[in-house]
């Protein structure tokens, strides 16, 4: 699972690997489970209208879970989104990639922070 999520599987962080072992070997799996089984994806989806803030939706191009299409279909229904796929990125592009989704956070959040302090005096 780990491994799939990642585009660059020399990128996967030492011992996150024994530490998802770990958890699949605990009391913890049934814990995991139960909140991955409960998700009501549809539920989820069709709310996304009713988000309000702005979103900045990253989706790496070389996502094995899921496609970066995808990120099409979200962008719909969230009234204020900024989508950027990330070329050469996976599922964990905090990981696989870092330096762009870095990038493009920053300057969202700093973007964000001046749009909620309103206009300069």
């Keep these: 699972m780990l ?16 530490d998802l072992v770990r958890t699949m070997r605990s009391s913890q799996l049934d814990d995991v489970l139960r909140v991955e089984r409960s998700v009501n994806w549809a539920a989820t989806e069709r709310d996304l209208h009713l988000v309000r803030a702005p979103v900045l939706l990253l989706w790496g191009d070389r996502d094995r879970y899921f496609p970066a299409s995808l990120a099409r279909r979200f962008v719909t229904r969230l009234p204020q989104t900024e989508a950027r796929t990330v070329p050469g990125g996976g ?29 300069r005096r």
């Design 91 to 119: 599922h964990s592009l905090h990981d696989d990639c870092p330096e762009e989704p870095r990038g493009l956070l920053v300057r969202f959040l700093a973007g964000t922070a001046a749009d909620a302090a309103g206009p």
């Design 3 to 18: 491994i799939k999520s990642f585009a660059h599987r020399d990128r996967v962080p030492e011992g996150r690997i024994d």
